[in-house]
Structures are given as C-alpha cells and as structure tokens.
Nanobody, 124 residues
Framework: QVQLVESGGGLVQAGDSLRLSCAASGRTFNNYGMAWFRQAPGREREFVATIGLNNGVTSYADSVKGRFTISRDNAKKTVYLQMNNLKPEDTAVYYC?????????????????WGQGTQVTVSS
C-alpha cells in the first residue's frame, strides 16, 4: 500500500514558478512509476508528467513541455514537479499518482494510488 501526500500548491501570477512535492509512504517506492495529473473545473483529469525508476526516464504533456520538470528523490520517497512560466490555463488541482510498474505511461487508469490533490491557481 502506498499513500501519497501532495504539497506546494498556491496562488501565483502568470510567469511565476511553483514546485509541487509528493511524499510517499511504503517500502517499495523505488520500484514505482510516478506521475502528475491535473484537473480543472468542468474538465477531465489530464496527464501532466511521468517518471520511471530514475530521473532519466520522463515524459510530458505537450502543453507543459519545456516549462515543467518532473524529478524524484528515492531516498526521500518524494517526487517533484517544478513548474516555471506558469500560465492561467495551468490552473487546476494537481494530483500525484503511483503505479507498481516503473514503466512510464500517461494513462490515468494505469495508476494504482492517488493523492488528495493540491490546488494551483494562476492569475493573469
């Protein structure tokens, strides 16, 4: 069983940066594939970024490529999402997700565990 707790959300202006963190419990964190998704009001949950066993295998949604960076610290059992040059359309609740197979995928149904989410609001 894995529990995920997100933090780092907030209200910022367009062009600002935020770093989200996702702290995980469980002894097998190193073996889990991790990802960030987001959901804006009235919209479906969408893929943002995913990372495999180490920081060398990552994948991003086209809408965030070049602005967001996903990384993980296995010693701290934490995954991060560095978000730069934020835009109003990035406003959403951001969710951390984990799956017991460390193969990157953008499919939300492939993830077994989810956090409660952290709100990110970007004003224009």
């Amino acid at each position: 069983q894995v529990q995920l707790v997100e933090s780092g959300g907030g209200l910022v202006q367009a062009g600002d940066s935020l770093r989200l963190s996702c702290a995980a419990s469980g002894r097998t964190f190193n073996n889990y594939g991790m990802a960030w998704f987001r959901q804006a009001p009235g919209r479906e949950r969408e893929f943002v970024a995913t990372i495999g066993l180490n920081n060398g295998v990552t994948s991003y949604a086209d809408s965030v490529k070049g602005r967001f960076t996903i990384s993980r610290d296995n010693a701290k059992k934490t995954v991060y999402l560095q978000m730069n040059n934020l835009k109003p359309e990035d406003t959403a609740v951001y969710y951390c997700a984990a799956r017991s197979i460390a193969v990157v995928t953008s499919r939300p149904g492939a993830y077994n565990y989810w956090g409660q989410g952290t709100q990110v609001t970007v004003s224009s």
